[in-house]
């Protein structure tokens, strides 16, 4: 019965999000029963591509993505691949009727990564964190709406915004593993073997913007959606705190992170705000 199969593809997603990710993971938690799962089926998906260009350096990478991106078509054509993170998202594909072009946007970034290792310009920096990040944002949002068109287009530019300061982030944090191990610059403009504090603002300055337009859309979502989303934004916040208060030359050598004590902190304080609408 593929029943069952899919049972279980759904149960794979679920596991590399609560490996790869305990933070994502908490908030996803933190989602009602009734839609928790399809994001963990988008995740799954994400995390794999992602895994593939960042990680497997003893494979030939190019190949790798080539076949998953050929199984991924499959799976959206056939409704089902005996891959099953492309079987489990696929599922959520259909069920939402996820844009195509989020999907493929989302693919084009990835395959960026294969090979190029600078963003020269503001516009392919934006090209790169929509392909990325956003579209994510927009693939979840489906879920989150239950599929409904107007509530989706309302809160879609928000949305955005919350992917984009998620991914600016992570940037910010992974300075080190990304330019001294992948050989990667994301910040146009910014001389990472000189990072200094101008610059180091100049980005935090360009997330805050971005998290404060994500956040009038959180406070917008539906209630299923609603406390898991605001407690990932929380968990940024204070990534991003954490950074701010970091001289750019430890942000450079080191990788700056949450204790997972803080995180428990973080979604009581978070719980709490909710419960009284002080988001």
């Known amino acids: 019965m593929k029943s069952l199969f899919d049972t279980v593809s759904h149960s794979c997603s679920k596991n590399i999000t609560k490996t790869y990710s305990t933070s994502f993971s908490l908030a996803t938690n933190m989602l009602y029963k009734s839609i928790k799962n399809d994001i963990y089926n988008i995740y799954g998906f994400v995390r794999l591509a992602d895994e593939i260009v960042d990680s497997f350096h003893d494979y030939n990478k190019e190949v790798l993505f080539n076949r998953f991106s050929e199984d991924l078509e499959l799976a959206l054509k056939d409704k089902i691949s005996l891959n099953p993170i492309l079987n489990s998202f696929q599922y959520t594909f259909h069920k939402y009727n ?27 920096y934006k090209n790169y964190i929509y392909g990325s990040a956003d579209v994510v944002g927009l693939m979840c949002l489906r879920v989150f709406v239950k ?19 998620f991914q600016k982030v992570n940037f910010l944090r992974d300075l080190k ?27 935090i300055n360009d997330i805050v913007s971005d998290f404060e337009k994500g956040l009038s859309g959180i406070k917008k979502l539906p209630i299923e959606a609603k406390f898991g989303v605001f407690m990932a934004y929380r968990y940024y916040k204070q990534l991003l705190k954490k950074l701010k208060k970091t001289p750019a030359l430890q942000i450079r050598n080191a990788r700056i ?5 803080k995180k428990v902190e973080l979604l009581m304080r978070s719980y709490v705000k909710y419960q009284l609408n002080l988001m």
């Open 98 to 124: 996820i844009d195509k072009k989020l999907v493929d946007a989302f693919m084009h970034s990835m395959r960026l990564d294969l090979h190029k290792t600078a963003y020269l310009t503001n516009e392919e």
């Open 177 to 203: 593993a990304d330019f001294d191990g992948l050989n990667r610059s994301y910040f146009p403009n910014v001389d990472l073997n000189n990072l200094d504090e101008t610059s180091k603002q100049h980005i």
């Open 257 to 261: 992170r949450v204790s997972n004590p």
């Open 147 to 165: 599929g409904d068109n107007d509530k989706y287009n309302d809160l879609k530019d928000t949305a955005m915004a919350l992917g984009s300061a």
